[in-house]
């Protein structure tokens, strides 16, 4: 049963870093894609960025290219999201999630939310002026 569960949100400054992480508690992730994903009030859950099962290839929302850093490390069971340059409109709570049907993030499967689950309850960013 997996059990994901994300860390290291909180409340930064405008143009400030996080970094966010996630594990299993020290399992092993499962060998698909993983990806992030992120739920501000009242819109809809959107994707931020993915990870290929082996860490070969990552995708990017372009509101976040350049700034965040998706990566994992399977030998540790983490999965990371480095943010920087934040903005307000980072604010959200982020999800790592599963899609149990790919290997490799490619393309518009990659983003698309339905593809994808998601078991803990996020972690919450909060950007400030």
């Known amino acids: 049963q997996v059990q994901l569960a994300e860390s290291g949100g909180g409340l930064v400054q405008a143009g400030g870093s996080l970094r966010l992480s996630c594990a299993d508690s020290?399992?092993?992730?499962?060998?698909?894609?993983m990806s992030w994903f992120r739920q501000a009030p009242g819109k809809e859950r959107e994707f931020v960025a993915g990870?290929?099962?082996?860490?070969?290839?990552?995708e990017y929302a372009d509101s976040v290219k350049g700034r965040f850093t998706i990566s994992r490390n399977n030998a540790k069971n983490t999965l990371n999201l480095e943010m920087n340059s934040l903005k307000l409109e980072d604010t959200a709570v982020y999800h790592c999630?599963?899609?149990?049907?790919?290997?490799?993030?490619?393309?518009?499967?990659?983003?698309?939310?339905?593809?994808?689950?998601?078991w803990g309850q996020g972690t919450k960013v909060t950007v400030s002026i």
């Open positions: 999630e599963v899609d149990p049907g790919a290997y490799h993030c490619v393309g518009a499967a990659c983003y698309d939310p339905s593809r994808y689950y998601y």
């Open positions: 020290g399992r092993a992730l499962p060998t698909y894609v």
């Open positions: 990870i290929s099962w082996n860490g070969e290839r990552t």
